[in-house]
């Protein structure tokens, strides 16, 4: 797990947000893999990215929906967007915007993976679904709900190498934790003329946010 940690501590050190949005593909849009309108773009041009959020310690305690309540403490201020490969391309985003601009609604949440690292480097990981996120800049702690996933599947291809580490449970309270959050989900939008409105979105670094692009959600794959 360390180049979760090289990326995420490289960002903040360049000295501010251009920096590391210098590292990105440029275009109009500020949307990788989308032209000008971010309206025109086949599925297979959009890059995917993770995004990496990290805390110091935390907790992951059942409530009584059954679901579970996430708390990350001493989080690191900026969640770092990367891209898979080919293009690795990098950047960070203030907390407070890109849970503005990402998605974490009910209808589709995001896909995510906690992750444990240990000394040994070896680690701990639950899948989980993420919604209500709830950040305070002041103290540093990042709260979401949480639902634990037994099947699921990842836009990016980071999770493709990572499969053989997930676990069966992780531990209430626990030290240092990664939070990989996977790609802009398919997502409603009113203006769409796909069935249901329900339109692939992907991450813009211009605008911190998941934009409409890419074409039409896969047929009975998605909903939004």
């Not at 209808?107 to 996120?133: F, H, K, Q």
Request: hydrophobic share 35%.
């Amino acid at each position: 797990m360390r180049w979760l940690v090289s990326i995420i501590t490289l960002c903040p050190t360049l000295g501010g947000m251009a920096s590391c949005a210098e590292l990105a593909a440029n275009n109009a849009s500020g949307c990788i893999g989308c032209d000008s309108n971010s309206a025109n773009v086949s599925v297979d041009q959009t890059t995917t990215f993770i995004f990496i959020q990290e805390g110091a310690s935390g907790s992951f305690a059942k409530d009584s929906s059954g679901n579970y309540t996430l708390t990350m403490n001493d989080v690191v201020p900026y969640t770092v967007f990367f891209a898979d490969r080919p293009a690795r391309d990098v950047g960070f985003a203030p907390n407070d915007k890109f849970l503005k601009g990402f998605s974490f609604g009910d209808g589709n949440p995001a896909n995510a993976a906690i992750i444990l690292p240990d000394e040994n480097e070896t680690s701990d990981m639950v899948i989980v679904e993420l919604t209500n996120p709830q950040y305070n800049n002041t103290t540093g702690t990042l709260i979401y709900t949480a639902r634990e996933l037994k099947e699921y599947s990842f836009e990016s291809g980071w999770f493709q190498d990572q499969k053989s580490k997930v676990d069966a449970s992780i531990p209430e309270r626990f030290g240092r934790v990664v939070l990989v959050i996977d790609d802009c989900a398919c997502l409603f939008f009113s203006d769409s003329d796909c069935p249901g409105n329900c339109r692939n979105s992907c991450w813009s670094w211009k605008h911190l946010g998941c934009l409409e692009c890419g074409g039409c959600c896969s047929p009975g794959g998605w909903t939004c």
